[in-house]
Structure formats: C-alpha cells, structure tokens
C-alpha cells in the first residue's frame, strides 16, 4: 500500500496493492474490501485442520488483517483449540469469562444491558505490556438486524499520512491506561474491580512483527498521551489521528449471523461495535491469542 497525499486531483488518498501472490489450495478466500477483510469458505472449524489448511488459514490472516467464517458450529473447546493454533490464550484483566474457562471473555448485551462491548474504536487491551496478537468472537446469537463490527486497517491509516506527520510520529510513544477504562466497567455483570489495571507505553508507530509494515498504534480506547511532548500537542496530535483512522477508506464492515466467527490481528487492526439493536439480544464468546511487546523498527515501510 502507497501513501499518496491530497494534492488536488492525483487520485485516492491510498491505492492498495494488497494482492495475494498465489491461489489458495486448501481454502475459498473472498476479500471485502482491497484494503482489509477476507471472507473464508470452504472449511469446518469444527474438524481438526490440515497442516495445509492451517498455514492457509495463517496466510490469510497475515495477507487480510481480519478473516471471517460463517456458519460455524464449534464447542467451547474448539474454539480454545482454535484460537491455541496461534499461540497460548491471554487472559482478560477485566472481562467475565465463561464458567471455569478464564480464558474465554463473555460477551452479552439485551435490553437492560447498561452498555455493550467495544462501543469504542480500540485494540483489544492495547494497556498490557504484552497486548493480544489476535482475537477470535463466535456470535451465537444474534440480533435480526444490527450489531455489525466496524473494523479499520491501521497499514493503511498509517500509509495515508503526510511524509511530514510520519516523520514527526517515528520514535514517539503513548500511555496506553486500563484504569480508565476498566475500573466499575463491569459491574452489571457482578464483577468487582481490581486494585490495579494494567498500563503500558507503546510505540505510535507499531513494526509488525510478522508483515514488517508499519501500523498506526494508539487508539481512542486506551491511549491517553503521547510521551514527552506538551499535553496540548498531545491531545491535538491524538485527536487528529483518532479521526483519521476512522476514515472509511480505511475500514470494512461485517454483518454477523448466527455462528458466524471473526479473528483479527490486533497488531494493526482496531475495530468498534455497533449497539444498534436494542432491545434485541447478542451474545458471543471470545478468546484472545497472546502478543508480544510492541516495537518500532526505523527502517521498516
């Protein structure tokens, strides 16, 4: 993906080239938008995976950013085992989890919900040292309209920059503060909060571990400012990035259905629900794959 920057008529403010280089052998891929988001066909989650269909799956995880999967009848252990194929499973500093399983988040809304999950632009628990490389949500039920999922590429809103703002971005750092955020978050669901959340400092700019692409990474959800700069420049600098990457170029949008499955990269992915549904009722579960600690590499894209 290119930057090209708004000077009159010289064309869209990114063009992506986010072409796969080969045909998929074991799998469908069908992308939703040039920039980010692939649906997955031909596959039962429920089955063990080839080793083929496993490496398939990772590719397109790597080459789409998030990767969906619909009509999908799978166990809690399934997803578990799902979501272990990427690596050992994070654990929630805040969330309720399923009974007996901490590391499956629960996710419920209704008509007497105070508030829904992910009402904000984020990247899951983006405040841990070590924040989730990925995430997998499983809806099992549904509203019959609504609850779609916003998701953003963080490439892409980072390709779109200035040369100037990207110049001014590398090497920065940001607080990412859990407190905020977490601290009587759950109460209707009778958790009691912690003593402490978690907190961490990040890179602005994210190398990612895997692609080597540079991503966006702070979030209208957890970070609260940028190190070593004023705090007026701070929060002028957060609040044109927040809207920035908000820009639907950069974005896909996924309807869920019953047993429908999402897994995105939190390493350059944010994403935001919609609470469009009431009274209506959506409920899901969620694992978490963990990550490692953020970094900037300077001669990275």
């Not at 007996?100 to 841990?128: F, L, T």
């Not at 977490?182 to 990612?208: Q, S, W």
Request: charged share 20%; proline share 7%; aromatic share 10%.
């Amino acid at each position: 993906m290119q930057s090209n920057q708004l000077r009159g008529n010289n064309g869209p403010r990114i063009k992506s080239n986010n072409i796969s280089s080969k045909d998929y052998e074991s799998i469908t891929v069908k992308k939703l938008t040039p920039v980010i988001g692939a649906e997955i066909f031909d596959i039962d989650l429920s089955k063990p995976l080839s080793s083929i269909q496993e490496h398939e799956i990772q590719r397109a995880f790597a080459e789409n950013q998030v990767i969906f999967f619909r009509n999908q009848i799978i166990t809690k252990q399934n997803h578990l085992d799902l979501g272990r194929l990427f690596g050992p499973l994070h654990i929630h500093p805040a969330a309720p989890h399923v009974e007996g399983i901490p590391e499956m988040m629960q996710i419920y809304a209704d008509q007497h919900s105070p508030r829904a999950n992910g009402e904000v632009w984020h990247s899951d628990v983006s405040c841990d040292l070590e924040p989730p490389m990925g995430t997998m949500l499983q809806i099992i039920q549904c509203p019959p309209h609504g609850g779609d999922t916003l998701f953003s590429s963080m490439y892409a809103a980072y390709d779109a920059l200035s040369d100037r703002m990207k110049i001014y971005l590398r090497g920065l750092t940001a607080l990412h503060d859990g407190e905020p955020v977490y601290r009587g978050l759950y109460k209707n669901f009778g958790v009691k909060d912690k003593e402490t959340y978690p907190h961490a400092e990040h890179p602005v700019i994210r190398t990612h571990p895997v692609t080597g692409k540079n991503a966006l990474y702070v979030n209208k959800g957890f970070t609260t400012k940028i190190i070593g700069v004023p705090l007026d420049e701070s929060d002028g600098i957060l609040s044109y990035l927040f809207e920035h990457m908000e820009n639907p170029l950069f974005q896909c949008r996924f309807r869920w259905e019953e047993n429908s499955i999402a897994f995105w990269d939190n390493r350059c992915v944010q994403h935001r629900a919609m609470w469009d549904y009431w009274p209506n009722t959506r409920v899901g579960n969620r694992v978490t794959i963990s990550g490692d600690k953020p970094f900037f590499n300077d001669s990275a894209p």
